[in-house]
């Protein structure tokens, strides 16, 4: 069976949000007291919007969880993935924006060699579900899964992706991963056929606590709760 283990940030940031007014004013992500903040970051000017809402600026990046320690995916496929607002995301005067365990819908896509995570859909804990356009990184970790070789080190802990289930499975044998292991996805197809007659195929390896913090590729405007 594969363990799977939970794991929380602990990042505390600082930036930068247009109000509802035509000032600026700062929020914070967590507990300001808790750890030391980054330096301020300039973002594009905001317009202001209606009475009890704030515009979070494009650039901001919101630190997010996972439930499992790291994520495996073929090299050509997307599967669907759900992360969490790691922290409480407030102004300075402690309105809430974005409550800790909204949860940030999207998938993991190829991209540029690697995998990237693309935010679709942001459900805040009310049930609220706000359209939401932020990414990761591109991440390009990879591991070599070959015949005979052991797979414990990369499977412990870890969410598999459908097609690189398939890979894992089809090279060594390891029947135990079934479907209700793997993320929702597709994208073995003809490749994944390909590198199984090789005998090894790589994989690759995401790391969310380190790989999959978000950034925002446009504003996003929520009602604030003071």
């Known amino acids: 069976m594969l363990k799977f283990r939970k794991w929380q940030t602990g990042t505390v940031l600082a ?11 700062p929020f914070a992500i967590g507990n300001a007291a808790a750890a030391p903040l980054f330096p301020s970051q300039q973002y594009p000017s905001t317009q202001p919007v209606q ?24 090299p050509n496929e997307t599967s669907a993935v759900t992360l969490k607002i790691a922290r409480n995301v407030r ?34 804990t009310n049930g609220d579900r706000l359209s939401i356009d932020a990414s990761s990184n591109v991440v390009t970790r990879r591991e070599t899964i070959q015949k005979g070789a052991s797979t414990g080190s990369i499977l412990t802990g870890a969410a598999i ?18 479907v209700g292991k793997v993320l929702i ?16 195929a790589d994989v690759l390896v995401v790391n969310p606590q380190t ?7 446009s504003s996003l405007t929520v009602n604030a709760v003071y």
């Open 51 to 74: 009475s009890g809402q704030v515009r979070i600026p494009r650039g901001t990046v919101l630190p997010v969880t996972y439930d499992n320690d790291k994520i495996v995916v073929a």
């Open 161 to 178: 992706g459908a097609g690189a289930a398939a890979i894992i499975s089809g090279i060594t044998g390891n029947r135990r991963i079934s």
């Open 211 to 217: 790989d999959l913090s978000l950034t925002l590729n």
């Open 15 to 25: 930036l930068t949000l247009g109000m509802t007014s035509t000032s600026l004013a």
């Open 185 to 200: 996805g597709s994208g073995v197809g003809a490749l994944g056929q390909f590198l199984l007659k090789r005998g090894s």
């Open 91 to 124: 102004t300075s005067s402690g309105a809430l924006l974005i409550p800790a365990g909204s949860q940030v819908e999207g998938e993991l896509r190829p991209s540029q060699g690697g995998t990237q995570f693309f935010a679709k859909t942001l459900v805040l």
